[in-house]
Structure formats: C-alpha cells, structure tokens
C-alpha cells in the first residue's frame, strides 16, 4: 500500500546492528500476536468505519496534487486513493474510533 525509503543508518547505529550479531532468518523467531482469523476478523471491521465525507475530499486533494507535483514521477491512482482511504480507516480503528474524522487541534 506504501512505499517508504527509509535510507542507511548512520556509522554509531551500523556498527550497534553488527555486534547484535542479527541472523538473516531472524523473522522465524518472532512471537505470534494473532491468528490469521483474528486478522482477518479486524480486516473487516476496517470496512465497518464511517469516513466523513470531508476526510474523502481531503484525501482527494492530496491525491491530486501528486499527479501535478513536479517533484512526484508518478502520482497515486485510484487505487492507490482506495488504499489510503483504508488506511484511515484501520488507523481510526486501532485508535478505538467507529469513524474517521477530521482531526480537531
């Protein structure tokens, strides 16, 4: 749905990685947090979360303007629109919300 570029560490931080001594296959000794039924069972409620219809049109704006913007090579598709939308809604979610809102500051 994203992609980030997150760059290289700096001389401290490589060289804090390299005496953790980290195993390629490191991914295998993780702890499971949830089932894939338990997953799938908030992947639907995602869809249950009212979005206002001023947090579409803000969305919008920002998706446009990426199809504009002379540093952006390839602006977001509808597609891409679609998956934002759905990561508002699992935000609002995970913060215990029914629906997503503009924020007030």
Sequence with gaps: MMRLTIGYPDTASEKAILA????????RHLETRMS???LLKWMDQVRLVHVAAVVDDYLLSIVQATRTAERVEVGVSPRGAIALRKAS?????LQNRDRCHPRRY
């Excluded at 953790?20 to 991914?27: C, K, L, N, P, W």
């Excluded at 809604?89 to 979610?93: D, F, K, M, T």
């Design 20 to 27: 953790m001594g980290m195993e390629h296959d490191a991914v």
């Design 89 to 93: 809604q699992a935000r609002a979610l």
């Design 36 to 38: 894939p039924v338990e």
